[in-house]
């Protein structure tokens, strides 16, 4: 399971940080990814961090604005978003990146992605004066 | 970059319909790294296909996935009351990680 916090109402150039609280499963093994859907839209992958918090990946639109982390002794994940903007504005969902693990047989396989198969129900941010 | 078309934008159909729904890709891309998504009003999306054609845990065995190359499809081969929902692709590659299509909408007829 997976349970999102964090979210609300901050002004545009302010700073927020989410946080996603995962139970149930083996936090420390998987890559974790965070996944937002601005009011009305389809779905915008944001952000995702490798195991041991060392590879981050992000989209271009919130490089150097936004850092990923997580604390594995904390079973936790979180986004820090600073610069926010009206464009930020999104329901903000984290979720279990299976990326190369196949999670039937435990074992890898890079010509594989095996999707995003555990999600949060979403936290939401609202950038607004 | 990759960027992901999906078509069409909004499908009405009936229970017990068959749904075909497109996913194309602005470059050839792996199969293996084509992923579907079916989201509900207020919930969060559900990982139904990974590796363009592999269904994910406990998903119902009349959800396919297909394709090669540039397009890949999903079909839904007999429509339940359950699955009128948003379905999205998604691509996971290098820069960005990972792409989303903008998703197509199955409503009842």
């Known amino acids: 399971q997976l349970v999102e916090s964090g979210g609300g109402l901050v002004q545009p150039g302010g700073s927020l940080r989410l946080s996603c609280g995962a139970s149930?499963?083996?936090?420390?093994?998987?890559?974790m990814t965070w996944v937002r859907q601005a009011p009305g839209k389809g779905l915008e992958w944001v952000a995702n961090?490798?195991?041991?918090?060392?590879?981050?990946y992000y989209v271009d639109s919130v490089k150097g604005r936004f850092t990923i982390s997580r604390d594995n002794a904390k079973n936790s994940l979180y986004l820090q978003m600073s610069g926010l903007r009206a464009e930020d504005t999104a329901v903000y969902y984290c979720?279990?990146?299976?990326?190369?693990?196949?999670?039937?047989?435990?074992?890898?396989?890079?010509?594989?992605?095996?999707?995003?198969?555990?999600w949060g129900q979403g936290t939401t941010v609202t950038v607004s004066s | 970059e990759i960027v992901l078309t999906q078509s069409p934008g909004t499908l009405s159909l009936s229970p017990g319909e068959r749904a075909t729904l497109a996913c194309r890709a602005s470059h050839s891309v792996s199969s293996t790294y084509v992923a579907w998504y079916q989201q509900k009003p207020g919930q969060a999306p559900r990982l139904l296909i990974y590796?363009?054609?592999s269904r994910a845990t406990g998903i119902p065995d009349r959800f396919r996935g297909s394709g090669s190359g540039t397009d890949f499809t999903l079909t839904i081969s007999r429509l339940e009351p359950e699955d009128f929902a948003v379905y999205y692709c998604?691509?996971?590659?290098?820069?960005?990680?990972?792409?989303f299509g903008q998703g197509t909408k199955i409503e009842i007829k």
């Open positions: 998604q691509h996971y590659g290098t820069s960005p990680r990972n792409t």
């Open positions: 979720a279990r990146d299976l990326e190369h693990y196949n999670i039937l047989t435990g074992s890898y396989n890079s010509d594989y992605y095996y999707g995003l198969d555990v």
């Open positions: 590796g363009a054609s």
């Open positions: 149930g499963f083996t936090f420390s093994m998987y890559w």
């Open positions: 961090i490798e195991q041991e918090g060392r590879q981050t």
